[in-house]
């Protein structure tokens, strides 16, 4: 699945679903240059790079591999997606950093950093380091697991949420940004009404 949207050269974001079965990932592209939003469980790397492909810019095309958070279905193939990105700079959130291992040095985000573009936005609550980025001139938020819908737009899965306290600020947080399309790592992507629906939500917490 993927979404395009209008505006200059420059600006233009596209996006692409890589779907794992119960979590996904996400390849993000800006002309001939691309990001990979998580990376799944361990073995996922053919997946993306499949997708990659078919988004244009291929393996030698990516330049970031963004983390969303340290936990396995959506870290566990940082190693063999950087092993097949050499020139991509990884990142992670910098409270969750000290819990993944790649094979070479992640770049530690906090909020309101930007990578390609993207605003990082610091999201706490599932994990002390979970992350989101959004595209301001497109409207596109990934989410990673502050939120899911998998039956319906929620917040963090209280069972795998470290803090919910914060989990729900950061909730409130990402409905400030009204944003118009919403992928996170579990569900499908809200592609219709997703301001409202994130707003309802936030304010239902």
Known sequence: MSGDTAGPVASELRWSRVDLGFV???VLVRGREAAVVDTGVGGSADAIGAVLDKAGPGWAGVRHV?????????AGSIGDVLDNAPRATGYAG??????VSAPRRLRALRDDDDVFGLRIIATPGHTR??????????GVMVAGDALNNMDGLAGSNPQFTDDSTAAKDSVRKLALLRPD???????APVEKDAAE?????AGSL
């Open 129 to 138: 380091g979970h992350l989101a980025v959004y595209d301001g001139g497109t």
């Open 94 to 99: 910098a409270d969750d950093l000290a819990d």
């Open 24 to 26: 996904a990932a996400y």
């Open 197 to 201: 629906m994130l707003q309802r939500l």
């Open 66 to 74: 963004i983390l969303t958070h340290k936990h396995g279905d959506h």
């Open 181 to 187: 399309t919403i992928l996170v790592g579990h569900g």
